[in-house]
């Protein structure tokens, strides 16, 4: 492991094929789960991250290009905040185009790479009780409301809840390694 901070690769790939094919990563497949499980799995995710923050290697990368889980810990924080803000845009306007987000220049304007995981912890976990709120509170009839992303990628409540999901399991993976797998 390494305390070396050196620049992270930015992620420029299109990741919306998961809503229609496993990740050959992570193994997430989007079709199998349902939108009133996705309040109870990001729930589930953030106890994840409770122990994994806890851990004292935590702040460690396992390589010198590669996220410490804290620094994951930051993402997964930010993408919380991000979707439920992207859910209540979706409830409240009609077709709302997101705003863009860089998670390349979030990570550095927000120091990841100098972050501690105690600090960490309670603004993923508020921050994860915000989303799943958010989807826990979604109407029956409200799961087709679209929404496009800047790219112009187009999402419903549905597909950005399964999406949003994929972003979380697709992190654990990354981090397995500091849970023995």
């Known amino acids: 492991m390494t305390t070396e901070h050196a620049p992270i690769e930015p992620d420029t790939k299109d990741w919306t094929w998961v809503l229609d094919r496993p990740c050959p990563d992570c193994g997430f497949d989007a079709t199998t789960v349902a939108a009133t499980e996705l309040g109870a799995a990001i729930r ?70 100098e972050q501690v995981a105690a600090d960490v912890l309670p603004a993923l976990a508020e921050a994860a009780e915000l989303a799943a709120a958010r989807y826990d509170a979604v109407p029956d009839d409200a799961w087709g409301r679209p929404g496009r992303r800047s790219n112009g990628s187009v999402f419903t409540v549905d597909t950005l809840g399964r999406y949003h999901l994929h972003d979380l399991v697709h992190h654990r993976w990354d981090v397995r390694w500091i849970m023995g797998g």
């Open 44 to 113: 589930d995710d953030a106890a994840f991250w409770a122990t994994v923050l806890a851990d004292p290697r935590a702040g460690e990368r396992p390589a010198p290009g590669v996220w410490s889980p804290t620094e994951y810990g930051c993402h997964v924080r930010d993408v919380h905040r991000v979707f439920a803000g992207r859910v209540e845009q979706m409830l409240t306007e009609a077709d709302p185009l997101f705003a863009n987000w860089d998670q390349d220049d979030t990570a550095r304007a927000e120091r990841y790479d």
